[in-house]
Every structure is written in structure tokens, then in C-alpha cells.
């Protein structure tokens, strides 16, 4: 455990350097004496940053002024790769903001783009000899991007029609008042429905609507507004009769239908399709670990570890999407794979023979290694979405 | 009970100290003495350690205004009394304690009588160190109990979930709430450990809460544990037309009883932040959705942290997405001016939760004169936005905090009492 956690500090370590303001050497603790602070950046409709007059290694603050009359995304590149060692998004007319990047030999050029002039690139300014600098990042190229967004779309596409037919089974054996086997039926859509990847309204309204719990509800789980998969569950776990819940469950195939139709028109642009997908690598499992690893969404079924588990299975999903763009990207993508692998044989050790152990029933020990596990994962995660940030606007 | 010949309930006789005196009325006539005895700690060489007195008497209850303090307690009680009598007895009690304890001084000797009259953890001499106490009442002492149902605060209501909201029934609400402020850790649970021990019989705590104001990092308006400054675009506390306007109660108006003139509505949200998962953000997102810079805290279309942002100029949301929370919250339009409030929340910090995180977030405190024309619309607004995924409200309650203690016969809550509608 000691060494696995000192491995994961060290790779927190890595992780950071992605980011700009941190140098390899001292991974974010650069002397305050090193900050070459104040110098001025100045972009407008057809000037980008020609003012960086005598580069030099270290840690430079640009004071990054928009000049011009519309909001300008500002990046400082390197001209060769195109990588991009630091940003601003959205920089104000008439404001200005800093950036702060760590920056080694290798040439540079301030990038502009204000969404209808184009973009804008300014002189290089070069620095040569060998000093340590920050990472660079690469945008991804719109061929990459098209082929991960649109197999997200066919995941998703293929993910939803089975959740649409195993919620039909599910409504059957409520209208045929097998509640047996509707619990178990319960069960298999639910997890289809998990292993899609949906976290923190991926699906808008419709996620409220299918996978809603009681939380917020004037009336908590008596309230009549309350659906989807939870509210079923309450019922089928609470000795609630088949009549009663024969509502929901027709309302819940109503919902995944819509969903089904509405779904592609909710895809955003490419590049922020990718953004979303990216962001999901780690709030899929952030969103398990707050709600289901707790077992705070459990209304009886006592099933959140297998919840987890098709979480887990979502988060892979969507990292094989990305894999071709992350293997180039992402140095400890090996890591988060082991992480991963880690935390999937402590949730699978919760599938007992007669069914899941409710996550409140683990032992401290096993509730201790499952979320230690989990919350590296997600820590090694969270860079994904930082690397495929989109720009507001196309 | 009854072998003292008493209508009341045993708090009025066991703060006396045992056997001393026999009469209910004898603790309210304590409580004053201590009062009395209330001298500036003047000569104390340490003195300048501490904070000075906050003025108790006034038209409103001090600790409403000012900006927060470095420590605060939050505390909700359910009421035991039974009966409108009791109730003025605690009152009045609260209100000695309260003048005591804000004004400082040497706690009355016991003699050979009781166990000692003050707890000890301010030394000899009890300092202010600029605490202030601020009372509030909930809509449930407005119940039967104590024939107060006429005299209800017009737009007093119990707190109803909110859509992103995550309620504990355990921790909302309450009869009377209790904010303490000082400028030290020690002087506010002084003035907690003092206040129950007074009230012990007629009032129970329902919850509880710790919190602090952090000091400016590096200037300005202080931080909250998002690492963002919170509060900045308060209105001008300073500037009587605006705290006419927006904080203080209007007797007169809309039904609202005379006797809350000098009052004003506090609304409190204990709000959880889930810290680990925000620091998993990247700065941009952390900004975005926030519409502030965190380094400074000026709004994203400007420069200075006190800078206004310009959302006309930006109707797309192109630096400050529609979505941010400062857009959301204050829009600066004039059909949204009169919806501002007084921020004067807290961070709180209670160690982990059961499974190990970080249980931090914000005491979110707000004044105003209609919860509903106020806080009510502002936390509408915001209903699902961005930051909803990274905190979540599971506590708190409406209060009306009361009119200020005008002199040395007044107390908390006589205007209510002895109104006559």
C-alpha cells in the first residue's frame, strides 16, 4: 500500500506538469525569485503578442491585454508542434489577464483567435540550448477528434436501445406482477443504462427524468413527481404493489425513447463533443465514488458496488474512444489503466453469491480500499479533461 | 418543581447555583447584575490583544451589518418553554447574557454559594473581543404555542428545498438562531458554553456549526474554500438608502408587523463542497464557472476585483458564459436590482466525512428585507447551473433576526411580545 501510494504521489507529480506554470524540476514549487513577472502581451484584430522582445528560460508571467474590440482566446504555442504550453480563454475587450508559463528552449509564438477574424499567429521568439521548460500539449486534429466523438455516438446510440429494450422486460414483469422478476430485470437495465457514462447531466433534463433521485423533491420519495430508475427501485424494494409501479415503469421507456430521438441533436460541436467526452474520463467516476460508492443512491436494491462496477466499465469505455489522442498526450496513461484495473477487483470482490454486498456492509478495510483506490483514479483522470478543454465558442 | 411555588420550568431555577436563590425571577435579576458589574478591561496590558466592544444598544441588532469576523458560531435551538411567559424569560435572560458578554467585564463572584458563574476560558475578566450576537426567530415560534401566530413576520416561511438542494431534516430549521462573532475562537465558544448554561431548560440546540471569515489572501474580500473571494459584490452597507432598500424589514408594508421595524430577514444555507473534486478542475472551467478571476477576483470582462461586469456589452456570454454564477446570481439589470442581499457567510470546516473526504464548505448568511423578493428569486436563478455538480446545500433555515436592543430595559424580542395588532 506505502509504495503504491508514494507511486501515485509521484505520478500526481507528472501529472502536474501538464499544466502550464510548472517546470519537470520542481513540479509547481518554483521560487518566487524565478517569475518574470509583468511583462506585457499585447493582441488585438491583427496583432498577437509581438511585444515578448528578449525571451529567457524560467517562469514568465505574460500581463496577456486585449486591445481590440471582441473576446480573443489567447495561447502561447510552440511553433513547431503547434503544442500549447498555456491559455486564456475568452480575454475580455479592454481586459487583462495574466499567464504564467514555464518556459525552456524551444521556439514560441503567441496564438489569437477572436472567432471571426480567423486566427492569428505572431512572431516566433526561440530560445536556444537545453533548458527545462513545461509540457506542451497538442490540440487534437479534427480526424482524430471526428473518430472518437462519433464512436461515442455509436456507444451511446447502441447503449440506449439496450436500456430501451430491457426497461420493456422490466415493464412487463410489473404488468404481469412478477415482482421477482422484475427486481432482477430492474437490475439489468439499470446497469446498462450506468455503463452508458452519463454523469452531471450528460443527458440534460433527461437524465433527471431516468435516473432522478429523491434529493430536492418537495416530497421526497413519496413525491409524485418522482421517476425513473431510482423511483422504481424504491418501490420494487419497499413492498410497493405492481400497480403502483407500472406508472413509472411505462413512464421510464417513454423517457429513454425520447431520449433515443432527442440524443443526437444534444451532441455538441466536435471539438466540444470531444471536450464533454474527455470531461466524463473522470466525472463518471467522481460522480460513482460521491453516489454510489457511498451508497447514498441506494433505495434498497442495496446494488450501488454494481453500479460502480458498470461505471467502471463506462470510464473504460470512453478512455478506448480517446485512446489513439491520449497515447501521444498522456505519459501516465499506463498508470491510469493499473488504477483502474486496481479498483475493479475491490468493486468486483463485492459480487457475493447470492448478489451484491450493499456498499454500507463492507468492512472499514474494504470501504477504505475501494475508495483510495477510486480517488487516485480519479486524480490520474482529471488531467484528461484539462488536455481537451474546447473554447466556448467553434 | 412546584415546592417553589413557581409557574416556571426548572431552567429558571438551575442557573441559580444550588440553594441560593428561590425564585424564578432571581436568575433574570443575575443575569442583569452581571450586566452591571460589566467593566472595560482597561488597565489589562493585553487588552490590545482583543478585539474592543461592539455598541450592544441600537435600533438594529449589531453583528448584522458589519463585514464577518474571524471566528463564528451558528446555532439553531428548538425552544422546551412552555408558554408565552417562559418565553420572555428566556428572552430577557438571553438578552443579559448577550449585553454581558458583548460588553465585557468580571463575572460576579459566587462565594461559597455555587459552583462559578463564568466558565473561565476568557480569564478573570470577560473581554468583548468584538463579539456580537445576532438572534433570529423561525417561523415554528410563530406556531401555537406561544399565541404568536398574529404576529408573524409577513414573508417569514420555513426553508423548502431547493432542486439542487439535498436537505437533512436534522440540521434545518429551528425556533431561534444564534450567530456569534469575535475575533477569536476562544471568545465565541465562551459565549456559546455561556449562553446555553443560561438558557439550559427552555432551549435545546438543534444544530450547530462552526466557521470562520479567512483573512484577505493577498487583499480585498476573503476567500472561500473554493479558493475563489466571496462577497465582493455586496451591497454598500455604508449607505442607509441602500440597507433601507434591501436589508432592513418595512413595517407596514405588504402586512409586515410594526413590530419588526429595526429587523431584518437572515437566511442561513450550510452548503457541503465537495473540495477534492474541484481541485480536480482545470482553472478555465473553475473560472467559467464562477465568471470571476480566481487570482484577483475581478469579474472575467474586467481588471479590478471591485471592477462591474459589463454583461450588456457581452450578450452571448463570450468571456462571462450566461451560465456563470455571478451572471446567474446578480445580473445587474434594474428588474433584478432590488433582489440583491447582504452576504455575510462563513467557511466551515468539520474534519472528514464517513468516507474520508473533506467535509468543508460555506455557511452562506444572508440579510435582506423579503426572503422572497430576494433570496428566493437569486438561489431560483440559479437553479442547475454549473457549480451545482461540485456543492451541495444540506442544511440551514429562514430566520427573522430581531430589532436591536434599544437600552438597558430593552430585550430581544419585546416589541413582538407586547404587540398589540
Same mark, same amino acid.
Given at each position: ?5 508514494? $507511486? ?163 415493464? =412487463? ?40 433521485? $429523491? ?180 | ?79 422546551? =418553554? ?20 458583548? =460588553? ?228 445587474? =439589470? ?88
Amino acid at each position: 500500500m506505502t509504495r503504491r501510494g508514494l $507511486a501515485g504521489r509521484a505520478m500526481g507529480a507528472a501529472v502536474l506538469c501538464l499544466l502550464p506554470g510548472c517546470s519537470g524540476a520542481s513540479a509547481g514549487h518554483v521560487p518566487a525569485a524565478a517569475t518574470v513577472s509583468g511583462t506585457l502581451i499585447t493582441v488585438s484584430a491583427n496583432a498577437c503578442g509581438s511585444s515578448w522582445r528578449h525571451p529567457s528560460p524560467g517562469l514568465w508571467t505574460f500581463q496577456v491585454h486585449n486591445a481590440g474590440t471582441s473576446a480573443v482566446d489567447v495561447s502561447l504555442t510552440n511553433a513547431g508542434t503547434g503544442g500549447v504550453y498555456g491559455e486564456i480563454e475568452g480575454l475580455g475587450p479592454g481586459t487583462t489577464r495574466p499567464m504564467t508559463v514555464s518556459v525552456g528552449s524551444g521556439t514560441y509564438a503567441f496564438q489569437c483567435d477572436n472567432g471571426s477574424d480567423g486566427e492569428l499567429t505572431g512572431p516566433t521568439a526561440t530560445i536556444a540550448g537545453h533548458a527545462p521548460g513545461g509540457t506542451a500539449v497538442v490540440p487534437a486534429g479534427v480526424g482524430q477528434t471526428l473518430t472518437a466523438v462519433t464512436s461515442e455516438r455509436t456507444y451511446v446510440e447502441r447503449g440506449l436501445a439496450t436500456t430501451a429494450r430491457q426497461a420493456g422486460a422490466l415493464l =412487463t414483469d410489473i404488468q404481469e406482477d412478477d415482482l421477482t422478476a422484475a427486481r432482477s430485470a430492474w437490475l439489468t437495465a439499470h446497469l446498462s443504462w450506468e455503463r452508458l457514462g452519463s454523469a452531471y447531466g450528460m443527458f440534460a433534463d433527461y437524465d433527471d427524468e431516468i435516473d432522478g433521485t $429523491a434529493a430536492g423533491l418537495p416530497g421526497g420519495v413519496s413525491d409524485p413527481s418522482w421517476a425513473g430508475f431510482y423511483r422504481i427501485e424504491y418501490g420494487l424494494w419497499h413492498g410497493q404493489p405492481a400497480a403502483a409501479l407500472e406508472g413509472p415503469a411505462r413512464r421510464l421507456g417513454q423517457d429513454i425513447g425520447e431520449l433515443r430521438t432527442a440524443y443526437p441533436g444534444m451532441i455538441g460541436y466536435p471539438q466540444q463533443a470531444l471536450s464533454d467526452l474527455a470531461l466524463r474520463t473522470h466525472e463518471i467516476l467522481e460522480h460513482a465514488m460521491r453516489f454510489q460508492l457511498s451508497g447514498a443512491d441506494d433505495y434498497g436494491s442495496g446494488t450501488t458496488l454494481a453500479t460502480a462496477a458498470a461505471n467502471i466499465d463506462a470510464t473504460r469505455a470512453q478512455l478506448g474512444m480517446l485512446r489513439s489522442l491520449l497515447v501521444t498526450r498522456y505519459p501516465d496513461l499506463p498508470s491510469v489503466y493499473s488504477t483502474l484495473d486496481r479498483l475493479q477487483r475491490l468493486v468486483d470482490a463485492g459480487k457475493a453469491a447470492k448478489g451484491w454486498m450493499p456498499a454500507r456492509t463492507l468492512s472499514t478495510a474494504e470501504r477504505e480500499d475501494i475508495d483510495s483506490a477510486a480517488a487516485e483514479c480519479v486524480q490520474l483522470l482529471a488531467p484528461i479533461a484539462a488536455m481537451f478543454e474546447a473554447s466556448p465558442t467553434p | 418543581m412546584s415546592h417553589f411555588g413557581s409557574p416556571r420550568r426548572s431552567f429558571l431555577r438551575g442557573m441559580l447555583g444550588a440553594g441560593t436563590v428561590a425564585a424564578a425571577t432571581g436568575y433574570i435579576a443575575r443575569a442583569a447584575q452581571a450586566a452591571t458589574l460589566a467593566q472595560a478591561p482597561a488597565s489589562d496590558p493585553d487588552a490590545a490583544a482583543y478585539l474592543p466592544a461592539v455598541p450592544f444598544h441600537g435600533p438594529n441588532q449589531a453583528g448584522i451589518l458589519p463585514a464577518p469576523q474571524r471566528q463564528a458560531i451558528v446555532v439553531a435551538f428548538d425552544l422546551t =418553554t412552555g408558554n408565552r411567559g417562559e418565553l420572555t424569560d428566556l428572552l430577557r435572560a438571553l438578552t443579559s447574557r448577550a449585553r454581558f458578554l458583548t =460588553t465585557g467585564g468580571t463575572p460576579p463572584p459566587v462565594g461559597l454559594t455555587g459552583p462559578p458563574s463564568d466558565s473561565g476560558v476568557l480569564g478573570p475578566v470577560v473581554v468583548p473581543d468584538g463579539l456580537t450576537v445576532t438572534v433570529g426567530v423561525g417561523a415554528s415560534l410563530f406556531d401555537e404555542r406561544y399565541g404568536l401566530a398574529s404576529c408573524k413576520p409577513a414573508h417569514l416561511t420555513t426553508m423548502a428545498p431547493f432542486p439542487d438542494d439535498n436537505l437533512d431534516p436534522a440540521q434545518c430549521g429551528g425556533d431561534l438562531s444564534l450567530v456569534l462573532a469575535a475575533g477569536s475562537t476562544d471568545t465565541v465558544l465562551h459565549a456559546l458554553r455561556d449562553i446555553t448554561r443560561y438558557t439550559e431548560g427552555a432551549a435545546q440546540v438543534r444544530w450547530r456549526i462552526d466557521g470562520f471569515a479567512s483573512v484577505p489572501r493577498p487583499s480585498g474580500t476573503p476567500r472561500n474554500l473554493m479558493g475563489f473571494k466571496d462577497g465582493i459584490a455586496n451591497p454598500d452597507v455604508s449607505d442607509p438608502a441602500q440597507t433601507d432598500e434591501l436589508v432592513w424589514a418595512r413595517p407596514g408594508v405588504a402586512g409586515e408587523p410594526g413590530w419588526t421595524r429595526g429587523g431584518s430577514y437572515q437566511v442561513i444555507r450550510l452548503i457541503r463542497m465537495f473540495v477534492e473534486f474541484w481541485d480536480r478542475v482545470s482553472m478555465t472551467e473553475q473560472e467559467r464557472m464562477i465568471g470571476r478571476r480566481r487570482d484577483n477576483g475581478a469579474p472575467l470582462d474586467a481588471s479590478g476585483e471591485f471592477d462591474v461586469p459589463d454583461y450588456a456589452a457581452d450578450p452571448p456570454g463570450a468571456v462571462i458564459p450566461l451560465d456563470a454564477h455571478i451572471r446567474l446570481a446578480n445580473p445587474r =439589470t434594474r428588474p433584478t436590482a432590488d433582489s440583491r442581499i447582504l452576504r455575510r457567510g462563513y467557511n466551515y470546516d468539520r474534519g472528514n466525512d464517513a468516507v474520508g473526504d473533506l467535509d468543508m464548505g460555506l455557511i452562506f448568511t444572508c440579510y435582506q428585507q423579503n426572503p422572497l423578493r430576494q433570496f428566493v428569486r437569486v438561489q431560483s436563478r440559479l437553479t442547475g447551473e454549473p457549480l451545482t455538480d461540485y456543492i451541495s446545500p444540506f442544511g440551514g433555515g429562514y430566520f427573522f433576526a430581531l430589532p436591536g436592543i434599544q437600552d438597558d430595559s430593552d430585550y430581544y424580542g419585546r416589541a413582538m411580545l407586547t404587540d398589540r395588532l
